[in-house]
């Protein structure tokens, strides 16, 4: 079965400041990988998603992740993050005809 | 963009009572979903749906929840006798094919439930 390890439980960080968010997963087959945001009060939204090719993912607002097979790691970046960033972010897998959510990360920057 | 639409928005019930959570599916996508998040935890999958009948479901989703596609376009959940730890925010999801535009998953905004 599929599962989804998130490092990072609450990140602070101040405008303008490199953000990297770890993802881990777990499972045997052929993945895709998503990363969701959530703003207060909103619904999910999707970031970006890795389904083969370019382990290089660009998604919307600046934001990239890159798909490690080696490591099972699928960790979220953006170089310099802004007021409008804070949120909850989570990363997810789909194996089956399911998505599996990790924890989420909520993150919140500073003015 | 085309949307996946939840009503109400916010529904809350007394211990005890059904509810029926609707969802808009994108209309030409053929794979939907259910899922919760509790209040400070994860989302997570309840039951999954094609072709009219449940693909899969999760231990969550026990007798006291259904599922049905009444007509072309609405997908409901219904809870039959709700509990306190029913509350939680609902969020419906839908997916296309592969020569459907498959994009991923969309979701809606979501149902708050809160039962007193």
């Known amino acids: 079965a599929q599962s989804v390890s998130q490092h990072n439980h609450h990140v602070i960080l101040s405008e303008a400041a490199s953000l990297e968010l770890g993802c881990n997963y777990s499972y045997g087959g052929t993945v895709n990988l998503f990363w969701y945001v959530q703003y207060p009060g909103q619904h999910l939204q999707l970031l970006l998603k890795?389904?083969?090719?370019?382990?290089l993912v660009k998604g919307i607002k600046g934001f990239e992740a890159e798909f490690i097979k080696s490591k099972f790691s699928f960790n979220l970046r953006k170089p310099s993050v802004q007021w409008s960033d804070t949120a909850e972010y989570f990363c997810?897998?789909?194996?089956?005809?399911?998505?599996?959510f990790g924890k989420g990360t909520r993150l919140h920057i500073l003015p | 963009e085309p949307e996946v639409t939840q009503t109400p928005s916010h529904q809350v019930t007394q211990m005890g009572q059904e509810v029926i959570l609707r969802c808009v599916p994108i209309?030409?996508?053929?794979?939907f979903y259910w899922y919760r998040q509790i209040l400070g935890q994860k989302v997570e999958f309840l039951v999954s749906f094609y072709n009219n009948e449940i693909s899969e479901k999760s231990e969550i989703f026990d007798d006291q929840f259904s599922v049905e596609r009444p007509d072309g376009s609405n997908f409901t959940l219904k809870i039959r006798s709700t509990k306190l730890e029913d509350s939680a925010m609902y969020f419906c999801?839908?997916?296309?094919?592969?020569?459907?535009?498959?994009?991923?998953?969309?979701f809606g905004s979501g149902t708050r439930l809160t039962v007193v």
């Open positions: 890795y389904f083969s090719g370019d382990p």
């Open positions: 209309s030409n996508h053929l794979y």
């Open positions: 999801a839908s997916r296309g094919t592969l020569d459907r535009g498959y994009n991923g998953y969309t």
């Open positions: 997810a897998v789909r194996g089956d005809d399911k998505i599996i």
